[in-house]
């Protein structure tokens, strides 16, 4: 390309921020449009980020401030509903051996540092935005935004998340699907001598665990069967979970203590998707949520989110020519890795749908993070 190239990124979460970043390293213009007006609005209240997130994440330069505001640690407990410990496992290293396994962080500390280093980056951010129309034609794309604007891109990249209207808009058909189950989450204190993920498999719920996110918060987890948001009101939030929650012992009795505030709780329905086949049309491709999502049973949609940005910018930035051939090697590379974590982490929660008693989870959970070892 003769010409200065220049990308449009819809979408500031997790995969948007981070291939905005390594874009502009690359000396690449970008434009980063956000819908929302407050961009660290973020839902849900923690996130387990594994090695191979952390590895992207010191890739993009924020490894320090992550290890900083997180909570590290590197192991797995299983117990019974009633808190007994069953087995500890150590969780693996998925980024190499110089990282943590695990780091748990408040979500909203993780966005304000992916955000940071966006604006860091030189991008120009407009938030409040969204795209109005996209036409391609031969060198790239022309869009409009709902600010009134309208610019010519090299290339549009789709960021914008499981619901992803830019997916629709170039005619990729698939929707999210739910896979049966919901979480209600909720952030709190951190009571003393909880230093990593619990999980208990079993009692009124599916799945009962938590995770710290640093040293005086965590966040707590109930998994059921989905049901009619309608009849769940969200000044009920805090009732249903403690409902849930207090069946359970070891540290959920202070845990559940703290869930109080409906507002603070948050209620989401999984989902599953895989866009299969190709990840692009035109000069106009897709990144994260938007291409896959997958039940957080195995805690990986925002480092495969990430991984996509990084091989992405990666392939961007060494190709001399940004055509049909590039797009679609990016998309082989990309899921040859992302369909076996989605298949593991549907599986997982499907076992559990159908009450299978006998299911390898532990099994199927290593040779998933096994292969996600490998540098995506
Ligand atoms: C209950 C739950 C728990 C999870 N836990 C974990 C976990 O522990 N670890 C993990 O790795 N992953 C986890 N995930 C998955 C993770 O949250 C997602 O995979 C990740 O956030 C995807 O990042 P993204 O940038 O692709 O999309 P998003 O984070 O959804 O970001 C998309 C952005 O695009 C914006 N947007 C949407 N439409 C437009 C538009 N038209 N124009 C402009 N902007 C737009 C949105 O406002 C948003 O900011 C969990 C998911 C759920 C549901």
Redesign the pocket.
């Known amino acids: 390309m003769s010409t200065p190239r220049t990308v449009l990124v819809?979408?500031?979460?997790?995969?948007?921020?981070?291939a905005t970043i390594l874009l502009r390293r690359a000396g690449i213009a970008v434009d980063l449009?956000?819908?929302?007006d407050d961009?660290n609005?973020?839902?849900?209240s923690?996130?387990?980020?594994?090695g191979n997130?952390l590895r992207v994440l010191r890739e993009l330069g924020v490894w320090e401030q992550v290890e900083k505001s997180g909570y590290g640690f590197a192991a797995v407990g299983i117990t019974a509903p009633d808190g007994t410990i069953l087995h500890v496992a150590d969780d693996l290293r998925t980024g190499g051996d110089d990282l943590p396994a695990t780091v748990?962080m408040q979500?909203p500390q993780l966005q304000r540092i992916l955000i940071d280093a966006v604006r860091a980056s030189g991008a120009t951010v407009r938030l409040g935005?969204?795209?109005e129309s996209l036409e391609q034609d031969g060198a790239g794309v022309t869009v409009r935004c709902t600010d009134g604007t309208e610019g010519h891109y090299d290339l549009v990249i789709a960021?914008?998340?499981?619901?992803?209207?830019?997916r629709a808009a170039i005619g990729i058909p698939d929707k999210p699907e739910p896979t049966g189950m919901a979480?209600w989450?909720i952030a709190a204190p951190r009571p003393a001598g909880l230093t990593r993920t619990d999980l208990a498999f079993g009692g009124p719920a599916y799945i009962a665990g938590y995770?710290p996110t640093s040293e005086s918060t965590l966040y707590a987890?109930v998994v059921e069967a989905n049901r009619d948001r309608a009849s769940l009101p969200t000044t009920s939030y805090a009732d249903e979970m403690r409902a849930l929650a207090r069946h359970y012992g070891g540290h959920w009795p202070e845990i559940t203590r703290h869930i109080t505030d409906p507002t603070q709780v948050?209620y989401?329905?999984?989902?599953r998707m895989l866009v299969e086949g190709s990840w692009h049309r035109g000069r106009v491709v897709l990144?994260?949520?938007?291409?896959h999502?997958?039940?957080?049973t195995l805690?990986?949609?925002?480092?495969?989110?990430?991984e996509?940005?990084w091989v992405l910018a990666e392939m961007l930035t060494a190709a001399d020519a940004w055509e049909d051939a590039l797009f679609q090697a990016y998309y082989e590379r990309r899921i040859h890795r992302v369909r076996p974590v989605v298949e593991a982490s549907v599986q997982i929660g499907q076992w559990q749908l159908d009450g299978v008693r006998d299911a390898d989870i532990p099994g199927l959970m290593g040779r998933t993070m096994t292969m996600l070892r490998e540098l995506p």
């Open positions: 819809i979408g500031g979460g997790a995969a948007g921020n981070a449009i956000e819908a929302k961009w609005a973020t839902a849900g923690g996130i387990t980020l594994q997130a748990g979500r935005v969204r795209a960021a914008d998340g499981l619901g992803s209207t830019t979480i989450r995770c987890y948050n989401t329905w999984f989902d990144v994260g949520d938007a291409a999502c997958c039940p957080p805690a990986q949609g925002a480092a495969l989110s990430m996509d940005a």
